[in-house]
Every structure is written in C-alpha cells, then in structure tokens.
C-alpha cells in the first residue's frame, strides 16, 4: 500500500511540477485532437516542435514560446494521447508512452517510444508539405516529452537544424549508438537543460545522457546547462537559453 501512495504522489507531484513551470496551464486535464500552435508573426520559414511531459498537454508550453517567439518561426506544441500508465496504477492520463518506473534501471515500453517517434516523424512531415524543410525545424520537449525528442531526432532520416531537451533522459539508451546507424542527424545540435534540485528526474540523469549523447553526436554539438535551485521545472534563464538556441538554429531568411 506504501508503494502504491508513493506513486501516486511521484505521478501527481510530477505534473503539479510541470503546471508551476510554464505558469498558465488551465483546461490541462483535457486532451485536445489538433496541437495547440503559436503562429509566425510574418510568413513562417522555420518551425519549432515541442513536447510537453507527462500528464500535461501541449497549451502552456505554448503560451511559454509565444513569450520568446521569433517572428519568422511557427512554434507547434502537440498533445500527448491519453493512455494508461503503469507508474500510476495504470490509470489514464495524457502520455507519449508508458512509464514503468522511474530508476535508470526500469523497463521501458520499447514499442510504445518507436510508435509514438513515428508520429512525430508524421508531424515533421507534416510541416515539411506545409512548407518548412526539415533542416528549419527544432524537435524539443520537456521530461518524457523531451525523451522522445531525443529518440526520435537520433533516429529519424529527416535532417532536422536542433534539439532542445528538457529536465529528461535519453530513452532505449542501451539501444545506441546502433540505433542512431541510420540517422541524418549525427552531427546535431542539442541544447540539454536541467534543474540541479530536481526531485523526480535528477540532475544526475542529465549528466550521463549528456555523456552517452556525446559518443553519439559528438562532444561539440551538446550544450549543458543546469541551473541552481531549479527543480522539475522550468525558469526564465532556462527560457532565455532556449530563445537563444532557437534563434541561432532557425536564422532568418529572406
């Protein structure tokens, strides 16, 4: 019965977590079927796909972006299916895929991570025949959804300009740098953040994916950055740091 508690107070302090970071983030506990979307200011020549973490939905990441938007850049945050989760005593909640356990060790849902990259690669795709090449668009996310933007970006064929991944681990990681064989992005980008008093993903989960993310990529395409007191969550320097990235990845053009 402790276990049980225990989990529950890990899934919903998680999400509690997650709703304090991006500020607004009322009508969550509703899925909704079309990504929540920040428009281009001007005609939109890059894109940023962005991922938002477990039992949360794609709304206040989106209202996060619309306060450091480029203008030339379409910010696209969609929402997770609702599915049951096995950490939380298979009740339903929106998630890219199930969670079995939260320690290095844990199984993982090995199809339900390949299933859910290839709705992303779908979406990419998406806007690829929207008009945005696949070199002008960012794949990022935060926590779970920052996992499968890691997966699906190192195991994509879509040249993709960056990562942004967030107070998350790299999913499979047993898995590469074999999985990684076939990839247009070997050479990438990845700006990787995370609180140092993280509770649920410590920061030390950062630090070995960086290190595994470096045999993959190569040690010059990670950028680290933590952040003091920053728990499982997000903060306005972390927001600055990734306007940044976005800003030198996505240029604009005429």
Not at 61 to 68: K, R, S, Y
Not at 81 to 96: D, K, R, T
Not at 153 to 168: F, I, N, P, Y
Request: hydrophobic residues 40%; glycine residues 6%.
């Amino acid at each position: 019965m402790r276990t049980m508690i225990s989990l529950r107070l890990i899934v919903s302090s998680l999400c509690r977590s997650i709703t304090r970071s991006v500020r607004c983030m009322c009508g969550n506990n509703m899925s909704a079927p079309l990504p929540a979307i920040v428009p281009a200011a001007r005609k939109a020549t890059a894109a940023v796909i962005f991922l938002h973490g477990l039992g949360d939905t794609g709304h206040g990441w989106a209202e996060a972006f619309a306060g450091i938007r480029a203008p030339h850049v379409k910010y696209i945050c969609p929402h997770a299916p609702i599915m049951p989760v096995s950490l939380n005593m298979n009740m339903a909640m929106p998630s890219w895929f199930d969670i079995i356990g939260l320690s290095p060790d844990a199984e993982e849902d090995d199809s339900g991570i390949k299933k859910a990259a290839e709705s992303i690669k779908a979406l990419i795709d998406q806007e690829v025949k929207n008009g945005i090449p696949s070199h002008r668009i960012v794949l990022g996310g935060f926590s779970q959804g920052g996992a499968l933007s890691l997966y699906t970006a190192l195991t994509t064929q879509q040249k993709l300009a960056g990562v942004v991944s967030l107070s998350c681990w790299l999913p499979l990681r047993s898995t590469f740098p074999q999985a990684a064989n076939n990839t247009a992005n070997k050479n990438i980008n990845i700006l990787h953040c995370h609180g140092e008093a993280d509770p649920l993903v410590p920061v030390v989960f950062g630090c070995l994916t960086v290190e595994k993310l470096k045999n993959i990529v190569g040690p010059e395409s990670i950028t680290f950055k933590t952040y003091p007191r920053m728990q499982h969550s997000s903060c306005p320097q972390e927001m600055m740091d990734i306007k940044h990235f976005i800003e030198k990845q996505l240029p604009p053009i005429n």
